[in-house]
């Protein structure tokens, strides 16, 4: 989980590829509607989060091995509080990183619907998980295959389990 760019996809892959499950991305189940507003720099409202999000949950619930690695945004707590409740044992990691650094990869980035001009209400929207979330917070300055790595054996130590 994370804002735009911060390396969701590209860490999801690897991650599902260290644990050897399946992997969704999340941005693949967004409505044609939804791609055309983020691609136009408009951000989606909760009404139109909702249906893409349980989409999201209903993927995850129709693959029928365990574990399933999701690439999603989950910003606000609303929302992973929907994702704990229809995907029991969900865990949460949370990329983050400054947003200069962000700013700058998506500003590299070529051919997806979430450019630089959906970065500052990503940001506005983003409500850092804590407390009773047990998210675990995971830097984006390392390389893909370290942040990976370090995923995994934060997610395979008993002492994160949930």
């Not at 989950?74 to 929907?82: A, M, N, T």
């Not at 070529?110 to 001009?117: I, L, N, P, V």
């Not at 009773?132 to 002492?159: H, N, Q, S, Y």
Request: glycine share 8%.
């Amino acid at each position: 989980m994370g804002v735009a760019g911060t390396g969701k996809s590209e860490i999801g892959r690897r991650l599902a590829g260290l644990l050897d499950c399946a992997f969704i991305e999340a941005d693949d189940l967004h409505s044609p509607e939804n791609v055309e507003r983020m691609r136009n720099g408009h951000p989606l409202t909760d009404e139109l989060r909702m249906p893409w999000l349980n989409s999201v949950c209903d993927s995850a619930l129709a693959i029928d091995e365990s574990p399933v690695v999701i690439a999603c945004s989950v910003l606000k707590s609303s929302y992973r509080e929907l994702f704990r409740e229809r995907l029991p044992g969900v865990r949460f990691l949370f990329l983050n990183g400054a947003p200069e650094l962000i700013s700058a990869r998506l500003e590299a980035r070529e051919g997806h619907f979430a450019t630089g001009s959906l970065l500052e209400s990503q940001l506005a929207t983003l409500e850092v998980p804590g407390g009773v979330e047990e998210a675990i917070w995971l830097g984006i300055t390392l390389p893909p295959d370290l942040i990976a790595e370090r995923a995994a054996v934060e997610l395979l130590d008993p002492a994160h389990s949930t």
